[in-house]
């Protein structure tokens, strides 16, 4: 007699115990755990309610298991039966003789008034690797085949959705996921006709695995239903929910059915240490006028894991760890700091000291519910305290931000930018130690988003064998720190795209990884499993991924690794397969995800080729984002097509990033341009046609270390992990625009020399050519470009502003000095600037003047020079 609970204790000790080996391992190490498969049912049995008066025969119950291999192993089924749901609960079920097979069909069933059967199935798979052999197996969800007379009673609700169990881990971040149920009802005839019954629900907690006797949970009355953290015990937690079917008979007579869906655990199992803490209000910077008074510094913590949050503040040695440039390239000096004694609470007011002091608080969590360390402590944002004068600047321009809270005042929104961890063998390998200094939010460049390679294995004479051997290849290779750049990208709070070039060989009709070729339509269902392979091994050794694409570049056929996809292709291939991530975990932004994001076909250039999938429903509500490469077809933006909309308020709203462009001087003897000053113009202009005229959400550039990237890669005149001018100019943008809106302002004025600034956001064929954002676009247009930014919460504006040349160091407007006048309502709080001037400054910082008032700011904006400002609510 098996057991649910057996059953799923038993798969989630397979899983835990292949996750605590493979951390155990390590992610390069050369031993491989062979894993035991635990089946996955794709169709699981169904539900029947039949009417006494017209029941015939017994259905066909059946499950389905998705794509399994022979090598993966060899299935086996059992189906069971019991008499009641707490049949169920106290004695598991009763193995059904003769009933091996994936199909059943019922027997000895009555047909009376009120009587339900109960039935599952159990898949195994027997697994034999040399002399072992193991087993690992899942139960199917439940069938109820039930009888109602339609005469006098309701019929049962037909639920085709039980709740399942779940297990999380005290002091890890315990991300609590819904439960959810789902049931219909059957269509009935009464006098006045054919009617249907109205479904409710009501959900239960209870001391013990028993679907009778619980307590009420008030408000719990919807299909779905999410439970507190706080309410979760140390151990099984239970629950269950009672479904209604209620036909109305006439105006006072209706008739009702009642039926418990299995009852569910959420086992909360003791963690290794107490889980650190999240912060959930972060110290604000203040600026305080001379004469003024300080108000309170506030951080408010959250356990995830049930425990006690105390604090402690400190004042710091600076505003933040340091990037210095050693004898051996950049080195880290982390913050110091001296505990201020009493300062325990959440709250602490500093003193008002004449210049810039600098606090944070340690927040603690302590759980004496955990084996080893009971205390764990995040240390918050550093607060900047700056006892300053107001002051004010003649200013030659204005520029007036709009309202951000205004819907017309509002452009896309911008989840950030970087570049992609390129990894053929022609290429410098990317350390963890360069992505940290690429993503790290605090002394590093800030980006968030890394993209990364599915590297195909194998050829035409190598066949395919796993994700794991692909991605065991390349560390051995290479690439190292393949896994852990993803990994150091999630600890910064960024977001990793995986991309393919192509898949195995042996699928495609040219049956080579190279471009010239398409997926064979055989092997649509075998590609889905192979992308969803991969999202599921990074998510086993510990690398977690947030979006997954099914082509780079669909529409190109280089002379390399590639595939060829007709956007038809696409959409049938999104048709056929769905979501094929669904319940794989991912991460982004800093936290967990229930599935892993999924993205459409790269575009080389025109983003036309997503419009067949945009414009089929079904295909569209499978793909959750899409992306283009502004190669060739610059300007033209996805949201041509009538089924998608940058705007925040569009119902076809969807993020298309921009997820590659490459600029260079194409030639060996013009290379060592590419990393000076002069040339960082180009790219600044690439990412402000991404931003401000495409309303893009996100760039991403090609590899993001190399001479004429981001950081060095010892070629052409360039050092070995060193910041670039093309990496310091990004680094405003990201620094000052990640996980934003962009928002409109306008401008009046002259620059400097007292010359009519021209107009805004027009063509040159419509006004002389405008000295600030001119839309005709070119790599080499000499405009100044400024583009605004509003936070999530509305505290925080930003502005991002760079005076291009051209690649001689000529041209370009000298704009001067801007008043930037807040919008209503907002009064500044503190002002950060950053201005770039050159190829060894990048991060001089910049001191804003803010008027008595904190409504208005003052800046300089001078020839060649990149400046960001932001300001933070007071």
């Known amino acids: 007699m098996i057991n649910r609970k057996t059953v799923s204790a038993f798969a989630a000790f397979i899983l835990c115990s292949l996750l605590v080996l493979s951390c155990q391992l390590g992610v390069n190490d050369p031993v491989r755990l062979i894993p035991i498969i635990e089946p996955y049912i794709s169709v699981q049995p169904q539900s029947f309610s039949y009417d006494t008066n017209t029941y015939t025969a017994p259905p066909e119950l059946e499950v389905k298991v998705w794509e399994w291999r022979r090598e993966d192993g060899n299935i086996s089924y059992q189906w069971y039966t019991f ?65 109602y007379n339609a005469n006098t009673s309701a019929p049962f609700p037909v639920i085709t959705r039980h709740p399942v169990n779940a297990e999380y881990t005290i002091g890890r971040a315990a991300s609590i996921s819904s439960f959810e149920a789902r049931a219909e009802s059957n269509e009935v005839t009464i006098a006045t006709g054919p009617t249907r019954g109205s479904i409710s629900y009501q959900w239960y907690s209870n001391e013990v695995f028993s679907s009778v006797d619980g307590t009420l949970i008030d408000g719990a009355d919807k299909p779905s239903y999410m439970p507190e953290l706080s309410s979760l015990k140390r151990g099984e937690n239970y629950f269950y929910v009672e479904i209604t079917n209620t036909v109305r008979v006439s105006q006072t007579v209706t008739r009702d059915r009642t039926i418990t869906a299995l009852p569910i655990i959420v086992n909360m199992l003791p963690g290794e240490k107490a889980e650190a803490p999240r912060i959930a209000i972060q110290p604000k910077d203040q600026m305080i006028f001379s004469g003024g008074t300080a108000v309170p510094l506030v951080v408010e913590g959250v356990s995830l894991d049930n425990g006690e949050i105390t604090y402690q503040w400190y004042e710091a040695s600076a505003a933040g760890d340091e990037r210095i440039l050693g004898a051996s390239g950049f080195e880290v000096v982390p913050v110091t700091g001296t505990i201020i004694t009493g300062a325990t609470n959440g709250a602490y007011t500093p003193p008002v000291t004449a210049g810039k002091k600098f606090y944070y608080a340690n927040v603690i969590n302590t759980n004496e519910d955990v084996i080893g360390d009971t205390t764990a402590i995040l240390r918050s944002k550093i607060a900047t305290v700056n006892v300053t004068a107001s ?22 929104f911008i989840r950030g ?23 790290n939010q605090e002394w590093g460049l800030g980006y968030n988003i890394n993209r990364i390679m599915i590297v195909p294995q ?4 190598k066949k395919f064998t796993s994700i794991d051997d692909t991605i065991d290849e390349l560390l051995d290779a290479h690439r190292p720190d393949f896994v852990n750049n993803v990994i150091v990208t999630n600890r910064n709070g960024g977001y990793v795209l995986a991309s393919p070039w192509t898949p195995p060989a042996m699928w495609k009709t040219n049956n080579s990884i190279n471009a010239g070729g398409h997926l064979i339509h055989a092997y649509y269902k075998s590609f889905a499993k192979y992308l969803r392979d991969f999202a599921q091994t990074m998510y086993y050794r510990g690398a977690p991924i947030y979006v997954i694409s099914i082509s780079n570049e669909p529409n190109y056929a280089g002379g390399y690794d590639g595939c060829e996809w007709t956007p038809e292709q696409m959409r049938d291939f999104w048709i056929e397969q769905g979501r094929f991530t669904e319940g794989v975990r991912g991460w982004g932004g800093g936290r967990s995800i229930p599935t892993v994001l999924t993205m459409n076909g790269e ?73 000076t000053w002069n040339y960082v113009w180009r790219f600044m202009n690439d990412v402000d046609l991404v931003i401000r005229l495409n309303y893009e959400n996100a760039f991403v550039w090609w590899a993001s270390k190399r001479f004429y990237s981001m950081i060095g890669d010892g070629q052409y005149g360039t050092t070995e992990s060193e910041i670039l001018p093309r990496g310091a100019g990004l680094s405003h943008y990201a620094k000052y625009s990640n996980e934003t809106t962009r928002f409109n302002f306008t401008m009046t004025g002259t620059d400097r020399s007292g010359t009519a600034l021209g107009n805004l956001n027009m063509p040159s064929s419509h006004s002389s050519v405008p000295k600030v954002n001119n839309s005709d676009f070119s790599l ?12 999530q919460d509305g505290n925080e504006l930003s502005l991002v502003m760079f005076t291009p040349t051209n690649i001689r160091g000529e041209g370009g407007f000298d704009i001067g000095v801007i008043e930037i006048k807040m919008p209503p309502d907002f009064e500044i709080g503190s002002a950060h600037g950053i201005k770039t001037v050159q190829r060894d400054v990048y991060f001089e910082g910049y001191p804003v003047t803010v008027s008595a008032d904190r409504k208005s700011a003052f800046v300089d904006l001078g020839r060649s020079q990149i400046l960001s400002v932001k300001f933070i609510r007071k």
């Open 83 to 147: 008499s009641d749901i707490e049949d169920y609960c106290e004695n598991g079920g009763t193995p059904i003789t003769g009933a091996t097979a994936a199909a059943y069909t019922p027997s000895g069933m009555e047909n009376a008034d009120g009587n339900i059967y109960f039935y599952y199935v159990i898949v195994t798979n027997n697994f034999i690797d040399g002399t072992d052999r193991t087993e690992a197996s899942i139960q199917s969800t439940l069938s109820m085949i039930s009888f």
């Open 391 to 412: 002051g004010s600047m003649t200013a030659n321009a204005t520029i007036t931000l709009s309202d951000p809270r205004v819907m017309a005042n509002r452009f896309q």
């Open 417 to 439: 930018y970087g570049g992609m961890d390129t990894a053929w063998a022609n290429f410098p390998v990317t350390t963890a130690a360069d992505t940290e200094l690429m993503y």
């Open 458 to 461: 194998g050829t035409a004479s």
């Open 603 to 675: 575009s080389a250039n025109t983003p036309a080729i997503n419009f067949a999938t945009l414009a089929d429903p079904q295909a569209r509500a499978a793909v959750d984002l899409y992306a283009r490469h502004v190669y060739g077809e610059q300007t033209t933006t996805l949201w041509s097509s009538p089924f998608a909309d940058w705007r925040e308020d569009s119902p076809w709203r969807t993020e298309c990033w921009m997820t590659e462009h490459n600029i260079n001087s194409a030639t060996p003897t013009s290379y060592p341009n590419d990393h």
């Open 780 to 791: 080499d247009n000499p405009s100044a470009k400024i583009t605004a930014y509003v936070s």
